[in-house]
């Protein structure tokens, strides 16, 4: 077991990991932050896409021991009590989503990719996304979410 | 067409109440939820494809700490009650099955069938556990090829079978097979394949099983598309009363036909909880889905076509074989469904078809998204072959056979009548969207340069829930039924057997009942997911905007007329007079009268009324589909091929399509989406790849490839103007439809753009290197 | 499919992990970005007895140019990579190739020298590498060496790092004027491996091509310099029939490694289509600088 503290949604938290557990795990079972998801645990669909140091990364990839000193942001975390910031809301308008399985990391790598290209055209939006698998969309409409929140951003 | 009420929702795009969940991180999944004093399981799986089980030593598994149990196939068998597949017993199978136990006992009959369950602390201490299991195996040669399975002389897989032929669908006739083959001008013979691929949802797998001893209730925390299914399926298995077993389900990651009723590590986790005496939870990973939770589409097709010199389908001869897998289930089934669906919406005189199901050392054939989609796979191809031979194009050979809408309606070949199908309009409508002539003047361009474009064009009808029958609907996908219930504090709650898992059921169904009875959609509850609290239902066979939309309709109706009953007494007016529009009952002519239903609903449950007054306000609504009707449609995809490497890029991809009324536009389109995507992804880069030796090649995702957002184009969907059967109810089923006609859209297309090397294709998957083996085989003549 | 258990070291130095080194040689797996070792030790295909968790040492990032080399510390994310102006401006082949590893989120966390070290033989940057006779140095408790990229690849995911030596620093050196770059990667999807990748670099000068390089990814166990193919491109000008030759050399003794994405046939094929596509994307990048 190593203890780490950490920022998680800007609270400091603390624990005592086994050195092999994922972060994806730490998040879900030791904090029951349950909103970042598992699909592959081999670093492939995204699911489990988080916030970290500014960086979207995928929580299956990192042990939650090298978490320590760092600041996480997750799904739970983007818009406060629970409310939507302005990508949920346009993925809300533009029925991004319908089992929602893939959605937090979608919404995460999103928040990411928008805040370092907040002009992104659609292809490149696309491939921005490609790293993200979901398996109900065909996604058209995430693309449009994410497009929707770039103009929206854009005309604040 | 008859309007609904105020039909301020049916019909528009209204936002889902599911997406606050689902969009911050709130959404509950299986794998999130804890129970107190809850272990976790993991499964000792085969390496081997085909082996008898020598010995299973536990006894280091057991001894690692924070291992709580380790249990064998015979430990599980004794307490469990054999019987079949629960999809066959659901859908009435009664030929024989293959005997088989939750754990592998005795042998052990394709890489990852499970051995033993330890059960932990922890899923890492449980995968510790399952490494310190010792199996002894004794090698049996493997039988990995349909064509051995049905060799008399390959090694049987279920003793008590004797061979590995799961079921023969015989040879049924429709027309005049021998007069119209005998008398057409040209008859062509085709083997076409369809390859294995498979559902992967999101979610894999899982459940936690929770049995109380004391109360002798199984409590099951399932991923499942349907609760009262699974908890049959449990109850049957586990030897308990049905009613004695509760199946909950929550968020759903997904499913594709692939969460129904109870696998065999789920009743095997659900036995573990009775004999560990505390909950367990599994759920599988990423390796195991892909590896055991099933896999589907591996049919093998020789077909006969026979057809006139100028261009018309006359009648097809086929003869199918099902890899069915091992522990075959829905496999053995899918073949009376696609002969029922092969002649599709055109003048098919004739057809004659049987099928073999082939038992192998495989994961089993699972259901899978339009489980018997590959009818249309070898219409769809056979016609463009056929056309090709004639020099027609694939749009005009479809339009000469297509069967125009006619009153009586024409009727298929197979029995049923094409009411109300607009397959005609969609493919003209298909022509219009597309500039076939201007894209030809494109392609040649291209191919002066170099560049390889094809376009292609597929259609398909889907009984999405298909035409009323004489019969009525039977079965499980029979009757639906629906409570509703007036609470009290205003909510109209729908209290439905549909277990969405992405289709959006609480907002749609929701949109109904609001606009019928007359309430805001807020107002609106669906309340699904607890076999203690819903009527039977099961989501599937894209039936659900029919049968579910129409006895949320009807039912609302009802429910809505009863309410007025109750509120004529309080309002002292007649039931007629009164309304109900935006959540106030009012009398017609007098505003003033208006009374919140909120407040009806409140008084009816606090107050005491005469025997003469009806307070309670809910209705038990059954709907047998109405008039139902026919999906389907035309689908066109234009692609490019890179002739030095193979990769296929899907340029464009145009749906006209026709699913009845729509309840909400984006939720069609977005079926409509993630079918195509899931068909672009079989032909281009899914496939379930097994060795010669059974051994299993595609057990991550680097190897088993989803396509992602770069594989797959913006779709442009154009909804047909359907026909009206039903006074009522014309939303019909839209789900799998996308999956059923995009993979014939796609190959054809690729056949196209490769027609200048004289390809022809009679197979579905098409990664970048069969592409370039393609066109080497067609250039040196073969 | 969770990790098996481990012993977990952070060292704060490199003598600290050397120390950790010499002590467990092969029974330690070092962790740099995780991106290729995770996945392993999830598979439970690698079980290493000790974890040396490297994230923790500072000295090993950082990019500085000097005396023609550009040195990347092994612990420099490949984002950092990606967003350097240095490296955009010296090393315009690790430019091209860097946008090409997997996708944004690996980047975050991968390294140049977990990436180097790993030696996957369908990744980029052993390509590139290759391509451009990149410098690695190695430190032990014994010392320091510097190892030529044409020594460092030895075999399936197997360089000549000795398991008491971390890889500390990845040398490249600085283009010349008038080099023009291109990566080619024929992939089944973005940001998938390569079924086979090119890296080529030229230097045109007078419209005179000099000092080519051409090394392929997933061709076989290591990555390829197509040597036979440079010594033909030296001193010639562009054309489609030189770049025609140029792919029969560089892929006629290749024997590439078959698997479910591609037969060795099919990777045959489609390196001699990259050697052209290549050849003239790098000639055409020259002629723009």
């Known amino acids: 077991m190593v203890d780490i503290t950490l920022k998680i949604n800007g609270a400091t938290r603390t624990g005592s990991p086994e050195a092999r557990k994922t972060l994806a795990d730490f998040l879900r079972d030791d904090l029951d932050l349950t909103g970042t998801h598992v699909g592959c645990e081999h670093g492939v669909c995204g699911a489990c896409t988080v916030i970290v140091d500014g960086r979207a990364v995928r929580s299956c990839l990192m042990l939650a021991v090298q978490a320590a000193g760092s600041e996480v942001t997750t799904i739970e975390g983007l818009a406060p009590d629970g409310g939507m910031g302005t990508l949920q809301q ?5 029925h991004s989503f319908q089992c929602g399985f893939c959605t937090p990391g979608f919404v995460m790598q999103a928040t990411a990719f928008l805040s370092d290209h907040p002009d992104a055209d659609e292809q490149q939006v696309r491939e921005a996304l490609s790293g993200n698998i979901c398996r109900c969309t065909g996604y058209q409409s995430i693309v449009d979410g994410v497009l929707l929140a770039a103009e929206r951003n854009r005309q604040r | 067409m008859a309007a609904i009420a105020a039909e301020r929702y049916t019909g528009a795009s209204i936002k889902r109440s599911e997406d606050p969940r689902i969009l911050t991180g709130a959404g509950r999944y299986v794998d999130d939820i804890k129970l107190p004093g809850m272990l976790h399981a993991a499964f000792v799986r085969s390496p081997m494809a085909h082996a008898r089980v020598l010995s299973v030593d536990v006894s280091a598994a057991r001894a690692l700490p924070g291992v709580t149990a380790v249990f064998t196939g015979a430990d599980l068998e004794a307490m469990t009650v054999p019987g079949p597949d629960a999809l066959m017993a659901l859908m ?13 006992t005795d042998k052990v009959r394709f890489v990852g069938d499970p051995v033993a369950v330890v059960v932990a602390e922890s899923r890492y201490l449980a995968e510790d556990g399952c490494e310190l299991v010792e199996v002894e195996y004794d090698d049996l040669p493997p039988v990995v090829d349909a064509a051995f399975a049905l060799d008399p002389g390959s090694p049987p897989l279920f003793a008590n079978l004797g061979d590995n032929i799961a079921r023969t669908h015989s040879r049924n006739e429709f027309g005049d097979v021998w007069r119209t083959f005998a008398g057409a001008d040209r008859v062509a013979d085709f083997h076409i394949d369809v390859h294995r691929h498979q559902n992967v949802p999101m979610e894999g797998r899982g459940c936690i099983a929770s049995y109380d001893a004391d109360l002798g209730v199984l409590t099951v925390y399932a991923a499942t598309q349907s609760v009262h299914v699974s908890r049959i399926a449990i109850a049957m298995r586990l030897g308990i009363e049905a009613e004695k077993v509760r199946v909950v389900a929550g968020d759903i990651g997904g499913s594709f036909g692939l969460k129904i009723g109870a696998s065999r590590e789920e009743l095997a986790v659900a036995a573990a909880s009775r004999l560990a005496g505390r909950p367990v939870k599994w759920v599988e990973d990423r390796n195991e889905n892909l590896t055991a939770s099933g896999q589907a589409r591996e049919e093998s097709f020789d077909v006969r076509a026979a057809v006139s010199n100028d261009g018309d389908l006359l009648g097809l001869d086929v003869k199918m074989v099902v890899d069915t897998g091992a522990y075959p289930g829905m496999g053995a089934m899918v073949p009376a469904i696609m002969e029922a669906m092969l002649p599709g919406p055109y003048k098919l005189a004739a057809l004659g078809f049987e099928s073999t199901g082939a038992i192998t050392n495989k994961a089993s054939y699972v259901a899978y998204r339009g489980p018997w989609a590959s009818e249309t796979f070898v219409r769809e ?8 031979d004639l020099g027609l194009d694939p749009v005009e050979i479809r339009l000469r056979n297509v069967a125009p809408r006619t009153d009586p309606p024409a009727m298929m070949v197979t029995g049923r009548p094409l009411v109300g199908v607009t397959s005609k309009e969609s493919l003209e409508r298909v022509a219009q969207l597309v500039d076939f002539p201007a894209f030809r003047r494109r392609q040649a361009e291209a191919r002066a340069q170099g560049r390889y474009l094809g376009i292609g064009v597929a259609s398909f009808i889907e009984a999405a829930p298909g035409p009323r029958s004489p019969e009525g609907p039977s079965g499980p996908m029979g009757m639906e039924s629906m409570r509703l219930r007036l609470e009290e504090d205003g909510i109209v709650a729908l209290f439905t057997g549909q277990m969405p898992h992405g289709q959006s059921h609480q907002t749609t169904l929701a949109q109904i009942a609001a606009d019928e009875f007359g309430v805001p959609f807020e107002q609106v509850r669906v309340i699904v997911g607890d076999s203690a609290v819903v009527p039977f239902g ?11 939309g129409g006895v949320a309709l009807h039912g609302a109706r009802q429910l809505k007329a009863k309410v007025l009953d109750f509120a004529a007494h309080l309002m002292e007016a007649s039931a007629q007079d009164l309304l109900i529009t935006d959540g106030n009952i009012w009398v017609r002519g007098d505003p003033e009268s208006a009374l919140a239903v909120r407040d009806v609903a409140r008084r009816a449950a606090s107050e005491q009324f005469g025997a003469d007054v009806d307070a309670k306000l809910e209705v038990e609504a059954t709907f047998d589909g109405g008039e139902g009707g026919w999906s ?11 002739v030095e490497t193979g990769i296929v890029q899907v340029e464009r991809y145009v749906a006209a399509e026709d699913c009845g009324a729509l309840i909400n536009p984006a939720v069609v389109e977005g079926q409509i989406r993630g079918g195509i995507a899931q068909g672009i992804g079989a032909v281009l880069l899914e496939r379930s790849a097994y060795g010669d030796d059974g051994s299993f090649q595609s057990a991550t995702f680097m190897d088993y490839l989803m396509p992602t957002a770069c594989d797959v184009p913006r779709i442009e969907i154009e909804h047909l103007e359907t026909v009206p059967l039903d006074a009522d ?10 999956m059923i006609v995009a993979p014939p859209t796609v190959v054809n297309a690729i056949e196209d753009a490769l027609s200048p090397f004289g390809v022809r294709i009679y197979e579905q998957h098409l990664p970048p290197a069969r592409i370039l083996q393609l066109i080497a085989a067609a250039d040196s003549g073969q | 499919m969770k990790l098996p258990p481990f012993e977990y070291e952070a060292p704060a130095t490199v003598a600290e992990a050397t120390d950790l080194l010499a002590e467990y040689l092969d029974e330690a797996s070092v962790l740099a970005g995780g991106q290729s070792l995770i996945p392993l030790l999830a598979l439970r295909l690698a079980r290493p007895e000790v974890l040396i968790d490297i994230n923790g040492v500072d000295e090993l990032s950082g990019i500085s140019a000097a005396d023609g080399w550009v040195a990347i510390g092994a612990m420099t994310r490949e984002y950092v990579a990606e967003e350097s102006k ?8 690790l430019a091209a190739a860097l946008p090409l590893i997997g996708h944004e989120a690996i980047r975050s966390r991968g390294t140049i020298g977990g990436s180097l070290a790993h030696a996957d033989p369908a990744a980029e940057l052993p390509a590139v590498a290759r391509a451009l006779d990149a410098e690695f140095v190695v430190r032990g408790q014994s010392g320091t060496r510097v190892v030529p990229a044409a020594q460092w690849f030895e075999g399936y995911l197997t360089t000549s790092r000795r398991p008491d030596e971390l890889l500390s620093e990845v040398r490249f050196p600085a283009a010349r004027r008038g080099t023009g770059v291109s990566f080619q990667e024929v992939a089944r999807r973005h940001g998938d491996f390569a079924m086979v990748g090119l890296a080529v670099s030229l230097v045109l000068a007078d419209g005179v091509i000099s000092d080519a390089r051409l090394a392929f990814a997933g061709v076989s166990d290591v990555p390829v310099r197509a040597a036979a193919a440079e010594d033909l491109l030296a001193g010639e000008r562009p054309s489609a029939a030189l770049f025609d030759e140029a792919a029969r050399r560089a892929t006629e003794d290749l024997d590439p490694p078959a698997d479910l994405h591609g037969s060795s046939d099919y990777r045959k094929t489609v390196a001699a289509a990259v050697v052209r596509r290549g050849l003239r994307a790098a000639a055409d990048n020259a002629e723009r600088q």
């Open chain 2, 381 to 388: 191809r056979v016609l463009d072959l056929i056309a090709k």
């Open chain 2, 92 to 104: 009435g199978w009664a030929g024989p099955t293959p005997e088989f136990t939750l754990l592998a």
């Open chain 3, 86 to 93: 240095t490296v955009a401006d010296t090393v315009p082949l």
């Open chain 2, 538 to 548: 099961l989501t599937g066979g894209s039936r659900s905007a029919t049968m579910t």
């Open chain 1, 90 to 94: 346009a993925m809300w308008d533009s």
């Open chain 2, 729 to 738: 109810v014309n939303f019909r089923g839209v789900g799998e439809g996308g």
């Open chain 2, 632 to 642: 389907g449609g035309t689908h066109c995809a234009i692609v490019e091929v890179d």
